[in-house]
Nanobody, 121 residues
Framework: DVQLQASGGGLVQPGGSLRLSCAAS????????MAWLRQPPGKEREFVAG????????LYSDSVKGRFTISRNYARNTVSLQMNSLKPEDTAMYYC??????????????WGQGTLVTVSS
């Protein structure tokens, strides 16, 4: 079975940083566009950041642009999300996702269990 295991979430103060990691199993990240999604409490799941497998092109939602950075490591078969200057509105469950479509709108065909990020003082 395809698996995506996210980790690295936790409680952090506003202005702090966290690095999320996602380990893929039973498929290779090389060959797939990958993304991070999040679901804030009481809201719909939303796209946060994505990266193409071929050229490494990156795409970010306006709310995280300039603060978050997505990356992938083919040797380790992982995808990461570096989150800096965190804000309370970044509080959400974060999911690593495999994309079936990049343009015009990134669409995921699979995501794993999430990791909770809470930004609070």
């Amino acid at each position: 079975d395809v698996q995506l295991q996210a980790s690295g979430g936790g409680l952090v103060q506003p202005g702090g940083s966290l690095r999320l990691s996602c380990a893929a199993s039973n498929f290779r990240v090389r060959g797939y566009d990958m993304a991070w999604l999040r679901q804030p409490p009481g809201k719909e799941r939303e796209f946060v950041a994505g990266i193409t497998w071929k050229d490494g092109d990156e795409l970010y939602s306006d709310s995280v642009k300039g603060r978050f950075t997505i990356s992938r490591n083919y040797a380790r078969n992982t995808v990461s999300l570096q989150m800096n200057s965190l804000k309370p509105e970044d509080t959400a469950m974060y999911y690593c996702a495999r994309l079936r479509q990049w343009a015009p709108t990134p669409l995921a065909d699979f995501w794993g269990q999430g990791t909770l990020v809470t930004v609070s003082s």
